[in-house]
């Protein structure tokens, strides 16, 4: 292949008008539902969309907030520099999605609750309720800011626009429909945006193919150059990606997301009935797989055109991240709109992210906080709080975003993220549900345990990253370029050894020293009394039940009721038992 021009062209007018169209569209969807529902002054409406959603739009949601700009930007560029071993991540969202939807969604849709955090109160104590919502607003907080610092790079690198100014307007955005039209905008918004996610993959897919000579051409390429050596069956937990590494590491990773994470289960209880939740999960499955798919082949495909001319090692581009948005340019640069178009897949996955997540934390923050010291509030006043607990929530994530640009590979800091909050809280749901005789101080030690552990390890690796012996980047070439030769640096034991395991197995170990350490503490300071009293409580199955906020109530102390009623009704099935004492039991 002859040497590239480092000019690969800029946006055309036609791309600013198919780009401005994502977010005019997304926009127009909150001013809709804003205008539909302004007879509704519900908080429910607002935060779960009344609970009468149905599977097919959550399950588009649920795919366009999973798959961000994170994946979208940053798996192709995983799979250019490491290979196509990303693929296996199909593995642990398979088993993510069943545990989710057959373990953890039951507990949540049948206890009636809005925030999932009001489980722990319920099931251990207030404290442990509080420190988890913290936990995880800080957690969705830092994560957004990656996600709205993704795509802006992608828009800095193509377009030259200033890096900042794209991300407080991402931010703007999302905060705008998110604020007027709740739950509803956030999900019909996520749908179109999957649409504009899957058509940007696949103009990418096809032109890319194209100007490599067709598909078998760039697979031979891909695989000449070691990129289609999938599976690694080394079980050193050191290596970056192996075939456990991601399969194990990966499902607790994202199940720290999905099965407990209030974003995803905010959509799955707005569903109606409980097996509308249940397929919503099991369509998203399919999307994640259709997307990962396509982020995959792309990474292929653009190894496959810069096999012999490597833009990173060259210096076109400053960073592994802006590889795709050059690869994108280069080979759409001819054709007015398109590159706009991928730009818009990019931005359609982190407005999805965004707006979710600031939905989540709104509802977080109002359920777990501003309802526990404010119980008497009306409708009208419960709406209008949410409302603004958007918009400062849109600010805090947007203002994140300046932190992001530190933090090196978006993928993997995504993930860290993640892993070292998600895998502690999933610790901690995981003691409630599955270990009824758990008690609060085992709860509360183990997650404090758990959180330690997650947070050495992972700012501990972000200090100290692991060496090349470990994430075994492939190698890249380029014509006539001579690198200067690497010195060697000193590490200790503990270096290249604890900071150097795989970013993957944060979650788990904040899952083992959670659960582990909730375990011991509770057998030292005496199990639970009387739990088993609670076995012989029968309850019903409730696949086809409606949510117990589907029917219209008085007053906000009749829901209270009725949802308690329920509670008391699914204890077993979903170890669902507080942390009480035999007398109390005994009264229900």
């Not at 030769?485 to 150097?500: A, E, F, G, N, T």
Request: positive net charge.
């Amino acid at each position: 292949m002859e040497p590239r021009n480092q000019a690969v062209g800029t946006f055309q007018v036609w791309d600013y008008i198919v780009f401005a169209c994502l977010f005019v569209v997304s926009s127009g969807i909150g001013v809709f539902f804003a205008i539909k529902e302004r007879k509704n002054d519900s908080s429910s409406e607002f935060l779960v969309g009344g609970r009468q959603m149905t599977c097919g739009p959550v399950a588009l949601s649920l795919t366009a907030s999973f798959m961000s700009a994170v994946t979208v930007i940053g798996a192709p560029a995983d799979v250019y520099r490491f290979g196509a071993s990303y693929i296996i991540f199909g593995f642990a969202y398979t088993l993510m999605v069943i545990l989710t939807a057959e373990l953890f969604l039951p507990v949540f849709y049948r206890s009636g609750i809005t925030s999932t955090y009001e489980y722990l109160e319920l099931r251990f104590c207030k404290p442990v309720r509080i420190a988890a919502t913290l936990i995880y607003m800080v957690q969705t907080i830092v994560y957004t800011g990656v996600v709205v610092y993704a795509p802006a790079l992608a828009l800095n690198q193509v377009t030259q626009f200033n890096l900042w100014g794209a991300i407080f307007a991402t931010g703007i955005v999302c905060t705008f429909y998110c604020t007027l039209g709740g739950l509803k905008a956030v999900v019909w918004s996520d749908a179109f945006q999957m649409v504009v996610m899957v058509a940007g993959f696949l103009i990418v897919l096809i032109q890319g193919s194209y100007k490599n000579g067709g598909i078998s051409t760039a697979w031979s390429t891909a695989e000449a150059g070691g990129r289609l050596n999938v599976f690694d069956f080394d079980p050193n937990p050191l290596r970056r990606h192996t075939f456990w590494t991601v399969t194990v590491g990966g499902m607790f990773t994202w199940l720290g997301i999905y099965g407990v994470n209030q974003s995803t289960i905010q959509r799955c209880i707005s569903c109606k009935t409980e097996n509308h939740a249940r397929w919503a999960l099991y369509l998203n499955l399919l999307g994640l797989l259709v997307i990962l798919f396509c982020a995959v082949v792309s990474g292929l495909i653009m190894y496959a055109l810069y096999a012999n001319c490597d833009p990173w090692t060259a210096g076109y581009v400053s960073a592994p991240d802006q590889l795709m948005p050059y690869f994108v340019l280069d080979i759409l640069g001819n054709f007015p709109g398109l590159p706009g178009l991928f730009v818009a897949c990019a931005f359609s996955g982190t407005l999805s992210t965004v707006a979710a997540s600031i939905n989540a934390l709104a509802t977080v923050t109002y359920e777990d906080f501003v309802s526990q010291c404010w119980r008497d509030l009306s409708n009208r006043t419960a709406t209008w709080i949410s409302k603004a607990l958007c918009v400062v929530f849109g600010v805090a994530c947007t203002s994140m975003a300046v932190a992001a640009s530190y933090m090196g590979s978006i993928v993997q800091a995504a993930l860290s993220i993640h892993g070292m909050c998600g895998g502690p809280m999933l610790g901690l749901f995981s003691l409630g549900i599955l270990f009824p005789f758990t008690n609060s101080k085992g709860a509360a030690g183990g997650l404090i345990v758990g959180s330690a552990l997650s947070f050495w390890v992972g700012v501990g690796a972000f200090i100290h990253p692991a060496p090349d012996t470990n994430t075994r980047p492939l190698p890249l070439s380029t014509e006539n370029l001579t690198l200067p030769k690497r010195c060697v640096v000193s590490r200790s034991v503990l270096i290249d050894s604890w900071y150097s395991m795989s970013y993957l197995y944060y979650s788990t170990v904040g899952f083992l020293g959670t659960v582990i350490m909730g375990l011991l503490i509770t057998l030292l300071t005496g199990k639970r009394g009387g739990y088993l009293e609670c076995i012989n409580i029968n309850h019903q199955n409730s696949s086809h039940m409606e949510h117990p906020d589907t029917v219209k109530r008085n007053s906000r102390k009749s829901r209270k009721k009725q949802s308690y009623e329920m509670q008391k009704e699914t204890y077993v099935n979903t170890c669902f038992v507080p942390d009480i004492d035999k007398v109390q039991l005994k009264q229900l």
